[in-house]
């Protein structure tokens, strides 16, 4: 899978929200196109999992389906109360993964 | 109680339409209208779309912006250098290029855009293969050099050398083609801003291109853009990349001379 861009806030307050965006490069195949050439179904290969971790415990996750469109782009906010690492992992069908990891200082 | 509150609501929702719609026609496009009327696909472009856009995160183009900077620095081919060997920094060697082509090579006795100026450094230069049109590493070189010139007024040359093809793109352009025997100018000059079906059509303008389009789900040159025109009337396409559509592309370019560069553009 491709480099994952993840945008969050070097620093941010304790207990205050705070937003973190995340995108990925992925064709999103949805299962239900046909190759015209072949007349076959092009299998589906999808990024179905998303999980976004702070020091090891889950604050996101989603669960992605075939309408989801290519390079799937979420916004979400999390709350913090000390400095750690956020760990970003994307799973998609053939297992593969994409992971990004960035650190916060809570103030 | 519950009549009288359906019939404040309906009145609300009866005045809020023509409301937005004249918000709309008052807005100040700034660098995206000019004076004389032309205007950038972006004003045609619904505001969610052009929220995208302007948020460079959120802007899907820009992973072809990053994996045309990464290809800038590597090394390919048989003489063994990367771009950057030659060119050094993009930002600085690039600015302003994407915003004049496609322009006349003397070598070619015709005109070369930014895509055959590309794979002419790969083959001729760099001892490499040409990368495919509408190839990932193609698609991202391409947005990737003429984002240098985000921001500036396109301008091309259309006199000298380049004054035929110019002209040829020009009668490309005005030409009733296919089916439904449409020419550019009947959808894109008589028809600007009206609907067509769902869509609303824009001036045409090639300012914003390589273009992430939604429809597509990936980014895509303007010859891919001119062929999905060329089908919808069903008229025969050509090859992306023939002269018949870099001829189109240099008459384009002049429509849209004075809008900004916008690479990579979101549209739906």
Known sequence: ?107 | MRTALFAVSAVVAVLRLPAAVAADAAEDWGPYALEDGRRSGYTYAASETRAMQDDEFENSGYIWVEKGAELWDEADGSVGQACSDCHGDAPESMRGVGARYPVFAPEREKLINLEQRINQCRTERMGAEPWTWESEPLLAMTTYVRHQSQGMPVSPVIDGPAAPFFETGKAFYEKRRGQLDLACVHCHEMNAGNMLRAQRLSQGMSNGFPTYRLKWQTIGSLHRRIRGCNEDVRAETYAPGSDEYVNLELYLAWRARGLPVETPAVRN
Not at chain 1, 30 to 59: H, W
């Open chain 1, 1 to 107: 899978m491709d480099k994952p861009r993840v945008k969050v806030p070097k620093k941010v307050k304790a207990g205050e929200p705070f937003e973190v965006k995340a995108l990925i490069s992925h064709k999103m195949e949805s299962g239900q196109r046909t190759d015209e050439a072949t007349g076959q179904k092009i299998p589906r290969m999808i990024i179905n999992t998303f999980t976004a971790k702070l020091d090891g415990e889950v604050v996101f996750s989603a669960r992605f389906y075939p309408a989801v469109s290519a390079n799937p782009y979420l916004a979400f906010w999390v709350v913090a109360d000390k400095s750690g690492e956020l760990e970003f992992t994307w799973v998609d069908d053939s297992g593969d993964s994409a992971t990004a990891k960035k650190t916060i200082e809570v103030s």
